[in-house]
């Protein structure tokens, strides 16, 4: 038993040869969200309040493509959407189409506890943010220059990716577009069970990179990106489109409940026998505090810790 | 074996004193949508064409809450949605905050088939109908005095309905009782079908909650709430939105199917009677061998069905009282 907290950065094409100026800030951000992750459980914070927590943090740093750091539509523009869900509840909420608010998963969170709505997008969302008064900043704040860079390489590969290992600087860091030419990508997410067995997930992203206006994915879908319940909370990333098909996070906590498979079988079936190769990675933790983090790409930034004091950071 | 179909035009609190000229066109509504897709199904139309079609006479009815006779959001305004899924290929489409498109679940075909994305909204949802040219009108055409009405008691009552039957409350006798959160209950619609072939697929269409927040997703279109299909059966949800996403409904019949071996109508029947609060949730599943489940846990819910062998059945309330 005890706590158990895991969280990432994206799943996908990671090239084992990413350059060192590309890893080590990603993986001191793992570090250091897991730090504010962990003291929050030792400060017995309840995991609703730990996942936004970490979440939040993630989303301010821009090398992960949620909130600061989102990639862009094919407009040029950020569409960031996420989901929060509490386990011992069953209590949701979500957001899409945010282009101003800084932390999208927290007004996921005023969504869940001040509407009597679980989803709101696009400038029904803003609106609702600016009634909240949550912290919002101009469109610009969230747009970094290796997404405009990006963007820019998708519109002349003529596709769309799920962002990750930066742009093309010169033949040596170009990594290899997996099977369906899409160089894939993330989101954040964190995932934790408290001193109290009690469970939580939540997700966050800014989506592919030259997606369509109004392109919704699984982040802010409950069942699909995330999912928390009695037994387990789970965060996906990857390729959206598969995940939500599969309804990913849903897949995990059902076999748990219903066929009575523990969390590492049920996550490692739900990824490795149900998800096309090069689509998904996910987070979970279970109420018995155990942690699973399968992945079918090349690589996914992630973090765990466990009160037995354990601990890892990993790509 | 055989095919079969399921259509539903929302579950909720309906009043069994329901008047007959509200009973009525809805009814024959539901007959009528039923053999479009019996015929279709009779000729071999795929199941997926199948559900879209059936959806798309029922978003034309004003009678049911979808396209056309949609509720309105707190702004008077319609912001409309729908999903569809193949059972074979688990490939899926999906739209919201649809103002302007006829056919709701004809747009998120087109998002499955013509686009690399599974879900569009608002106004990107609303460009892409306009770059495929499916056909758009005015948002008033949407917009039915019933559901002005209807939007009206609700400010009045300060609360979100889940619409129906209490059309606007003309005198005491047509009042219904509000179910225990002070919510009137209302549906969407969908449709559920498979083919001699084992095929599968699920549509459902909604314009949503009365006085719903702009911007406000229930649902209908979330892949695994209000619409599921896989290779084991097809699922179209109907009832308190925010309760469905909150018990991944449809997803469920089909992995208490999947994971625990259970029947259809035991999994659908698990899912309304023991996993979601009463009052909150109605569905229409097929199963790949032809069977039909229509379990609700409302007072009542709009709906046929019809097999091969001949069966056919409309149905509001339970037991055999129509």
């Not at chain 1, 914070?45 to 993630?58: F, I, N, Y």
């Not at chain 1, 219903?258 to 990675?281: D, N, Q, R, W």
């Not at chain 2, 279109?221 to 409904?249: D, F, H, M, Q, W």
Request: glycine letters at 10%.
């Amino acid at each position: 038993m005890g706590w158990a907290i895991a969280l990432h950065g994206g799943a996908g094409d990671i090239p084992l040869s990413l350059p060192l100026e590309s890893r080590q800030p990603r993986e001191e951000a793992l570090r250091r969200c897991l730090q504010i992750g962990v003291e929050a459980l030792k400060a017995k914070k309840p995991s609703l309040d730990v996942v936004e927590l970490v979440v939040r943090e993630l989303e301010n740093i821009p090398q992960f493509n949620a909130g600061k750091g989102s990639v862009l539509t094919n407009k040029g523009t950020v569409e960031m959407e996420a989901s929060i869900m509490d386990g011992s509840t069953k209590n949701c909420g979500a957001v899409s189409g945010l282009k101003t608010v800084v932390n999208a998963v927290s007004l996921a969170r005023l969504v869940m506890e001040k509407t009597p709505h679980v989803y709101l997008a696009f400038d029904g969302a803003e609106e609702f943010a600016k009634e909240q008064g949550i912290e919002t900043a101009d469109s610009s704040h969230f747009i970094t220059a290796e997404n405009v860079e990006r963007l820019k390489q998708a519109n002349e590969a003529h596709r769309v990716q799920l962002d990750y290992t930066q742009p093309l600087q010169n033949g040596s860091k170009e990594e290899r577009p997996n099977a369906n030419g899409d160089v894939q990508l993330g989101t954040v997410g964190c995932v934790s069970v408290d001193s109290y067995g009690n469970l939580a997930a939540a997700t966050s992203t800014g989506g592919l990179v030259n997606k369509r206006v109004g392109r919704i994915g699984d982040s802010p879908i409950i069942g699909a990106g995330t999912y928390a319940s009695e037994l387990c909370a789970v965060s996906c990333t990857g390729k959206g489109e598969a995940i939500l098909c599969a309804t990913v996070a849903r897949d995990v906590a059902a076999m748990m409940e219903f066929k009575g498979v523990p969390l590492e079988e049920a996550a490692s079936y739900v990824i490795h026998e149900c998800m096309p190769k090069g689509t998904a990675g996910l987070v979970a933790v279970s109420a018995a505090g155990e942690v699973a983090m399968p992945y079918n790409t090349t690589g996914m930034f992630r973090a765990c810790a466990t009160e037995d004091g354990y601990s890892e950071v990993a790509i | 074996m055989g095919w079969a179909i399921a259509v539903h035009g929302g579950a909720g609190d309906i009043s069994r004193s329901l008047p007959h000229e509200r009973r009525q066109p809805r009814e024959e509504a539901l007959r009528h949508c039923l053999q479009i897709g019996i015929k279709a199904l009779q000729s071999n139309l795929s199941p997926l064409d199948v559900v879209e079609l059936v959806v798309r006479e029922l978003e034309n009815i004003p009678h049911f809450n979808a396209g056309r006779g949609s509720v309105l959001t707190s702004k008077g305004t319609v912001e409309m949605e729908a999903s569809i899924m193949d059972g074979n290929t688990m490939r899926c489409g999906a739209v919201s905050g649809l103002t302007t498109v006829l056919n709701a679940v004809s747009l998120a075909r087109l998002v499955m088939e013509k686009t690399p994305h599974i879900y569009l909204a608002f106004d990107g949802a609303e460009q892409f109908a306009r770059e495929q040219g499916v056909e758009i009108v005015d948002s008033s055409h949407f917009i039915t005095p019933e559901n002005v009405e209807r939007l009206k008691l609700a400010k009045e009552a300060n609360r979100v309905q889940i619409d129906y039957n209490a059309q606007p409350i003309q005198n005491d006798t047509k009042k219904e009782a509000p179910c225990a959160n002070g919510d009137s209950q209302i549906g969407t619609v969908g449709c559920v079908a498979v083919d001699c072939h084992g095929n599968l697929a699920s549509a459902t269409s909604t314009g949503g909650l009365v006085n719903k927040m702009a911007g406000r997703i229930g649902d209908t279109p979330v892949i695994g709430a209000g619409t599921y299909a896989n290779e084991l059966c097809a699922v179209s949800a109907t009832g308190k939105g925010e309760s469905i996403i909150r018990g991944t409904v449809a997803r469920d019949v089909a992995a208490l199917m999947e994971f625990k071996g259970l029947s259809l109508k035991e999994a659908a029947d698990c899912v309304v009677h023991e996993r979601t609060p009463k009052g909150t949730v109605g569905l229409i599943a097929v199963s790949a061998a032809g069977e039909v489940a229509m379990p609700f846990n409302t007072t009542g819910m709009f709906r046929g069905c019809a097999t091969e062998d001949g069966h056919l059945e409309v149905a509001i309330w339970s037991d055999a009282e129509i």
